[in-house]
């Protein structure tokens, strides 16, 4: 594969900015090309409109069936190369708005919205129950649209970010439309940094995610989720859902509140200066139940619920730097 890019980005006017782009691609015999522009507009000094339209291609896709369980367990990917291999090139044409306002040196508000349309996929959820594709593949597109909202807050002794996402994913092979597991409607993060002393900070962090769905487990399955109390990934049973409908099944509203902290510590070795630190994050501090996907006979009253990590400790270490 052979390619080619050129980039422009020059100022019109004062308060304008223009970004040009095009990529040429030759692979298999074939010239892809993909074009963007992208245009930044500034309302004064405190507020910045843009947006973005452009076509991107990819050469590259995963035999890995997104919908399956084992991408949490073992985050593994197997990708093949399009042309000989039978692989499509997927394309994806994608429009942006954005704007940005910052009242003062310390509060920023942004807002952003797209939508997306992709071809091309190569989607193994469909046709394939496995982990992997055993060689059934299907050829889909898929279409997603969403906006996001933004706030930020700076002060010497603390600092505040909440955000806001909302999405509609769907994708499409053949008869079969579906939400895949990653299409979560509404999703809502935010998190408060305090810094009770110049050496010390202590972090706190909130995720709550609505509209979930995922693909159910057709057999029986137990995962643990790793942590460090008792190190867990470690799961039994067969996760293929062979026979389920793909992003059938409504999750339950997930909530996690995460804690963490650093200090630090400034020493006198050999008569250099040299930094030595403590953190660590304790993750779902409320122990709340998430559930991840459900296992087992769908005639089942009472599925089991494959449950998401417990209160533990997440992370906990030593930094040394001199």
């Known amino acids: 594969m052979a390619t080619l890019q050129a980039n422009d980005d020059r100022a019109i006017g004062i308060r304008t900015r ?10 298999d015999g074939l010239l892809h090309v993909d074009p963007r522009v992208g245009l930044e507009q500034a309302i004064g000094a405190r507020v910045k409109l843009g947006g973005y ?22 985050p593994a990917d197997l990708s093949l190369g399009s042309g000989g291999s ?39 959820a469909p046709v394939d129950g496995a982990p992997f594709t055993t060689g059934a593949v299907a050829r889909g ?17 603390y600092g505040i970010l909440a955000g806001y996402g909302w999405q509609r994913t769907r994708l499409e092979a053949g008869d079969l439309t579906y939400s ?23 972090r706190v962090g909130a995720t709550v995610g609505l509209g979930r769905r995922t693909t159910a487990i057709a057999g029986d399955f137990d995962w643990e989720a790793c942590n460090l109390l008792d190190h867990g990934c470690e799961f ?8 389920q409908v793909p992003g059938g099944t409504p999750l ?28 660590g994050t304790v993750t779902n501090l409320f122990n709340r139940r998430n559930v991840l996907t459900y296992a087992g006979d769908p005639a089942q009253e009472e599925p089991t619920r494959i449950e998401m990590r417990p209160l533990s400790p997440l992370v906990v270490g030593l930094d040394w730097r001199f």
């Not at 223009?18 to 692979?27: D, R, T, V, Y």
């Open 141 to 157: 597109s898929g279409r997603s649209r969403g906006v996001s909202f933004e706030l930020g807050l700076t002060r010497d002794r």
């Open 86 to 124: 039978g692989v499509p090139v997927a394309r994806s044409d994608q429009a942006v708005l954005s704007l940005d306002w910052r009242p003062d040196d310390d509060l920023h508000l942004a807002f952003e919205a797209y939508d997306r349309a992709s071809k091309g996929l190569l989607l193994v």
């Open 18 to 27: 223009l970004k040009l782009g095009i990529s040429l691609a030759a692979n």
């Open 252 to 279: 339950p509203a997930y909530l996690r509140l995460d804690l963490g902290f650093r200090k630090r510590w400034t020493i006198d070795v050999g008569g250099r200066n040299a930094t030595l630190a403590l953190f």
């Open 236 to 243: 039994t049973g067969n996760p293929e859902h062979t026979g």
């Open 180 to 202: 895949p597991g990653h299409g979560t409607a509404h999703l809502f993060e935010g998190g408060v940094i305090l810094f009770p002393a110049p050496s010390a900070s202590v």
């Open 53 to 74: 339209v452009g076509r991107s291609h990819q050469f590259q896709q995963s035999l890995r069936n997104a919908e399956s369980i084992v991408g949490n367990i073992f």
